[in-house]
């Protein structure tokens, strides 16, 4: 039967790439747990499996103490000394326990314990193996499928491909073999320890690394990578040497390179574009295989750009469902708006149109301004006209009163001097008196003289 234990413990060991004493601690927590559960003890219970023999032991793990306080965990001298006369106060003795009396529900707890910690060791083992390869590729069989989830085989475990970082337009029959790109490792029991992923643009990357020499030396530089899975994927690469053409190098011979990668992602088309560092080149570069006109930066700030090409381009450019400008504003980070050359000219006569009509509207409300100025000016004329002429009438007004008072006074006075004339004698009228002279011969100079 301990035979049989050691046997048992190597197959273990060997089926799951364990180290035999990983396996040797699991079996002696697992009897101590099922030690724990049998004696109901706060004694330190500890077990032992001999290597050899294939015997485990279990004891209690007491200290040697002059007074003891705590009978679970001390033990008094003297009563060491019973057991072995070399024993002093502080030494620890191992107090055998009874493993005959551990029946059934014992063994279950112990299996279980030893199933737990072989599966953490496995996990540990695992995350040990796989952490440094997070980014990299690995070469996965389809195993089986978990609910939407692709478990594929990698070695000596097992990965696991989410849904959403499956490829829409691939299937994954079992036994296939893919190359995956490994996202995620991880220690927790509650998740996958394996995470991989095929529609991440990091694969691509990582193939082009892996098919390309001078990207794997870094000779050529991928600078950018965007991708609609299954689609499309658009790769921006530059060259730190003047002879090595980056495109050409990445196409290989005759395209052996690509048709490698593309056969890889299944079917994917793939384009390989030139990086430049001024935005406009990049964009024109971006934008292939259409044929651009020119490329007008409207906000630098904002990274707005607009691209004109001729009618026959601009299906070509913008692509099936905007897939290919998409994508090149995306490679490059900057916003593209394409335009016609028959809608940019369109739009610069609405412009034009615009600014004569603005201007018109600018000289209409100019000449309505001086209209109303003008009416304004005669406003004020008008009114000043009619303040003198009402000053003038107001002078006639007072000169008539002032006339009109001579009058009455001259009245009074005609009216005074008739009435003193009325008051003296009768003269008689200067001409009789002037014939009775005359009859007389005397003159009124005559009668002064005597």
Same mark, same amino acid.
């Given at each position: ?49 001999? %290597? ?23 033990? /008094? ?40 910690? !072989? ?34 085989? $990698? ?56 098919? $390309? ?26 060259? %730190?040497?003047?002879? $090595? ?38 964009? !024109? ?89 003008? /009416? ?21 007004? /007072? ?9 009455? /006074? ?41």
């Amino acid at each position: 039967m301990s035979n049989l234990l050691i046997q048992t413990i190597d197959q273990i060991s060997r089926e799951k790439n364990l180290d035999p004493e990983i396996i040797i601690h699991a079996i002696e927590d697992a009897m101590v747990a099922a030690a724990k559960k049998y004696f109901k003890t706060k004694e330190e219970i500890r077990a032992r499996l001999d %290597r050899e023999t294939g015997v485990i032991e279990i004891f209690a793990v007491k200290s040697i103490v002059e007074e003891v306080e705590n009978p679970a965990l001390e033990i /008094a001298l003297s009563e060491a000394k019973e057991l072995d006369e070399d024993f002093e106060a502080g030494d620890m003795v191992e107090i055998p326990k009874p493993t005959h009396g551990l029946g059934r529900i014992s063994a279950q707890i112990a299996k279980q314990v030893i199933i737990q910690r !072989v599966r953490d060791a496995e996990r540990e083992r695992v995350y040990e193996n796989f952490i440094e390869k997070v980014g990299s590729l690995l070469t996965g069989t389809v195993k089986r499928y978990e609910d939407k989830n692709v478990v594929f085989e $990698v070695g000596e475990a097992e990965a696991y491909l989410p849904y959403k970082e499956q490829v829409p337009s691939e299937n994954y029959g079992r036994g296939e073999r893919m190359r995956l790109l490994v996202l995620k490792v991880s220690k927790s029991a509650k998740e996958p320890q394996i995470l991989v992923s095929r529609a991440h643009p990091d694969l691509v990357k990582r193939l082009f690394e892996l098919e $390309v020499p001078e990207v794997y030396e870094g000779t050529v530089v991928i600078k950018g990578v965007v991708r609609e899975p299954g689609e499309r994927t658009k790769i921006a690469v530059m060259s %730190r040497e003047p002879d $090595v053409d980056p495109v050409g190098a990445c196409v290989g011979m005759k395209g052996s390179r690509i048709m490698t990668i593309i056969k890889e992602m299944r079917g994917e088309k793939i384009d390989i574009i030139e990086w430049a560092e001024d935005p406009v080149d990049f964009a !024109v570069n971006a934008l292939s295989p259409a044929e651009i006109v020119r490329v007008l930066i409207q906000d630098p700030s904002e990274r707005v750009m607009e691209v004109i090409v001729d009618t026959d381009n601009l299906s070509l450019a913008i692509g099936k469902k905007g897939q290919n400008v998409r994508l090149a504003a995306r490679l490059i980070g900057w916003h593209i708006d394409i335009k016609s050359e028959e809608e940019k000219r369109r739009e610069i006569e609405g412009d034009l149109m615009g600014i004569d009509e603005a201007f018109a509207e600018e000289e209409d409300e100019k000449a309505r301004i001086e209209a109303a100025a003008a /009416a304004a000016e005669d406003t004020e004329t008008e009114e000043a006209t009619e303040t003198a002429a009402d000053a003038a009438l107001d002078e006639v007004a /007072a000169g008539s009163d002032e006339t009109a008072t001579t009058a009455e /006074a001259a009245v009074e006075e005609m009216d005074h001097e008739t009435a003193a004339t009325a008051a003296q004698p009768d003269e008689p009228p200067a001409e009789e008196a002037a014939e009775d002279h005359e009859e007389t011969g005397d003159t009124p100079e005559d009668k002064s003289a005597g």
